[in-house]
């Protein structure tokens, strides 16, 4: 009996170490795994690192930054023919011994299932939020006026703020889309749907991704028998602020792509009346002695350029 054909594609940025562990907990998959790490031109000898380590595995040198959803593509162009399932993964992740099969056989059991998540852990062996509730109103608003300040407390990390209260248990569930770290997709979820949309350079792509995967008729589940550690933000902290521009940037356009304009329009009200309580807030920092000035400059910058979008 044949197994079911499973490729792995992994954009990689500046995250050599975590690379290499990512790439050698592949090694105890029990499935025929192709594996292709598209390297968005690192600095840190990312590269290097799987041609010397890793010769088996396919190694797509960008040499650019084309951002997660522009490197998954890449990858998926050098695939050629479609595998029966894609497996989208992060390079700062650590796939558990079974995971990928697990997942694998539940899409095999769920034919009408076409996209599916682990259960996310910390370093640590703590659960990591891995199940999400596509982007509501209230969920920015949750973001931008926190509770505790703002909002009362008990709504954050509720299904007001997109989670699901399963996430953390043991039984399958169905989701709206999970973390980006680690998705596994079938072949005609992605037949239909389409790759990802590279207009996302980095954030919202796994959420845009994953709405159009459900509007086509397909549901998304969790398997939280499919482990998957994730050290979560090793690409993205180098360029903190960069990244928070990034960030609101997708979010805008997701609003944009998935809701009727006021939809839009209340969303980008609650982003700049959310990025003005910000500046106020990193001006009392500033003149309170709490922040140098150049954290000052970097922080109002972002915020500035995000409440003009």
Known sequence: MSHPTVAAVIVSYNTAA?????????????????????DNASRDGSAALVRAEFPAIELIEAGHNAGFAGGTNLGLTALGALPDYLLVLNPDTVVH?????????FLEAHPRVGLVGPRLLNPDGTPQPA????????????????????LPGR???????????????????????????????????????????????????EVEWCWRIRRAGWAIWQVPTARVTHVGGAATRQFRHKMLVALWRSRDRFAAA???????AAHRAIVRGGMLRLILATWRAYAGGDLARDELRA?????????RL
């Open 18 to 38: 975590l690379l290499r562990a990512c790439l050698a907990s592949l090694a105890v998959c029990r499935l025929p795994l192709r594996v292709i790490v598209v």
């Open 97 to 105: 011994a079974g995971a990928i099969e697990a997942m694998v056989a």
């Open 131 to 150: 199940a999400f509730r596509f982007p509501t109103l209230a969920m920015a608003a949750l973001d931008l006026f926190p509770p505790g300040e703002v």
């Open 155 to 205: 709504l954050y990390g509720s299904w007001w703020h997109g989670r699901y209260p399963q996430d953390g248990g043991d039984a399958p569930f169905p989701i709206d889309h999970p973390l980006g770290a680690c998705m596994l997709v079938r072949r005609e979820a992605l037949a239909t749907a389409g790759p990802m949309d590279a207009g996302y350079f980095m954030y919202s792509e």
């Open 258 to 264: 998935a809701g009727p304009p006021w939809r839009h």
């Open 299 to 307: 922080r109002l910058l972002a915020y500035v350029e995000i409440s």
